[in-house]
Nanobody
Framework: QVQLVESGGGLVQPGGSLRLSCAAS????????MGWYRQAPGKERELVTQ???????HYADSVKGRFTISRDNAKNTINLQMNSLKPEDTAVYYC?????????????WGQGTQVTVSS
């Protein structure tokens, strides 16, 4: 089992910034990918960004240049710095952990944290 604890989120005006964090604990496979997904009302959950245990990152086109993901492998923590926020960034943001070995696979989700961008 892997537990994910999210923090951050809240209400911010357009153009503002927020920082999300997610800490993983438990039986963590060393080869893994951690990331953030989001789900707006009436829409499907979508990938925002992810980072591998080796530091390779991927961003959705809609957040490139505005969001930055980072990780601390020693603490099994990822951070998401969100700048120049837009109303369309409003959603529940979910932390995700995917771990791999040659014979096993892990896929866990955090409880979600609300991000609201509004004036």
């Amino acid at each position: 089992q892997v537990q994910l604890v999210e923090s951050g989120g809240g209400l911010v005006q357009p153009g503002g910034s927020l920082r999300l964090s997610c800490a993983a604990s438990g039986n963590i496979f060393s080869m893994n990918v951690m990331g953030w997904y989001r789900q707006a009302p009436g829409k499907e959950r979508e990938l925002v960004t992810q980072i591998t245990s080796g530091g390779i990152t991927h961003y959705a086109d809609s957040v490139k240049g505005r969001f930055t993901i980072s990780r601390d492998n020693a603490k099994n923590t990822i951070n998401l710095q969100m700048n120049s926020l837009k109303p369309e960034d409003t959603a529940v943001y979910y932390c995700n952990f995917k771990g791999y070995t040659s014979s096993a696979y892990q896929d866990y989700w955090g409880q979600g944290t609300q991000v609201t961008v509004s004036s």
